[in-house]
């Protein structure tokens, strides 16, 4: 053993046998797991804090990592001021689903994990002084898998946008379908077809904002429905991974493919905007689109 070990031991074991037990804990002040975030673009590493303050957008590099459902709702609406919307209640595990361990074992655990009922949540407030509903899907709760609840939640909330005459907005990340509600899963990718044709009839702006990831049935369905399709830059926006469709046509995929940027050139979503202007360009384009709903019902 060499002195540097030496040194070690003595000092832990002078730590542990001599250092009363309170002065003990006050020199060992432990450092939060989350003090320090590393940045998967860059490697670089940004103290929580300033990643918190600058919307989770890293200052440096400018990716934009996943945003809490709390703040996403905080920064849209005028002072941070919200209602809360209840959604309706829904089987919990209509085909008894058990895989390593039962589906509504792992609903209750997502559920004191992430302090919500399911993976989207509603709130209608104020947005530049306009009435507007909004939906935040929860990557953190099942990947923000759609299923009955979720599904609920959203038409919830496209209705509710009806009954207030306010417009629609849509913020979505998702890995798809959630495979333990099979069929049940399924059908709700009509069902919000169906409430998105309703705020079409009533002539209010759905507008959709994509998020880091946007996949599976949530982009062929309700994601890709809306009048105006904005993205955070770098999102991954699809329908099937890229890797299983480069193994189905055999063939390298372009660079990019499915970021979207890439799906801003090929014309399937019409703006891709940063985080931090995100809020005024909402408002701005709610303002537009309701002054030309009234004009055209004048």
């Not at 542990?16 to 320090?36: A, G, Q, Y």
């Not at 689903?97 to 609903?107: A, P, S």
């Not at 990340?173 to 077809?193: D, I, K, V, W």
Request: charged content about 25%; glycine content about 8%.
């Amino acid at each position: 053993m060499n002195d540097d070990q030496d040194s070690g031991n003595f000092a832990m074991n002078w730590m542990s046998n001599v250092v009363p037990p309170k002065i003990r804990s006050f020199l060992r002040r432990e450092t939060p797991e989350n003090l320090w975030v590393k940045c998967p673009e860059s490697g670089e590493l940004v103290f929580h804090k300033d990643l918190e303050s600058n919307l989770y957008v890293v200052p440096s590099s400018g990716h934009h990592m996943r945003m809490p459902v709390k703040l996403r709702l905080d920064t849209l609406f005028d002072g941070a001021k919200y209602d809360s919307i209840a959604t309706p209640d829904v089987p919990l595990d209509p085909l008894k689903f058990r895989d390593v361990k039962r589906y509504t074992d792992r609903l209750k655990d997502y559920r004191a994990k992430t302090n919500s009922v399911d993976a989207v949540k509603l709130a209608a407030g104020k947005l530049d002084g306009m009435a507007v509903v909004a939906g935040v899907q929860d990557f953190d709760f099942m990947g923000g898998s759609l299923g009955m609840a979720a599904g609920e939640a959203i038409i919830t909330g496209m209705n509710e946008a009806v009954a207030r005459k306010a417009p629609f907005i849509m913020f979505t990340a998702s890995g798809g379908a959630r495979m333990q509600e099979g069929m049940f899963s399924l059908m709700q990718m009509p069902r919000t077809t169906v409430a998105v044709q309703r705020l079409r009839a009533a002539k209010l702006p759905y507008i959709v904002v994509l998020t880091n990831p946007t996949t599976g049935g949530v982009t062929a369905s309700y994601a890709m429905l809306g009048d105006i399709h904005i993205a955070e830059p770098g999102a991954v926006i699809g329908f099937a991974g890229a890797r299983v469709i480069e193994q189905t046509i055999r063939e390298r995929l372009p660079e990019g493919f499915q970021r979207a940027e890439y799906l801003k050139e090929h014309g399937m979503v019409d703006m891709v905007v940063p985080r931090v202007q995100m809020r005024d360009t909402l408002a701005r384009l709610c303002n537009l689109l309701m002054k030309t709903r009234t004009d055209k019902a004048a």
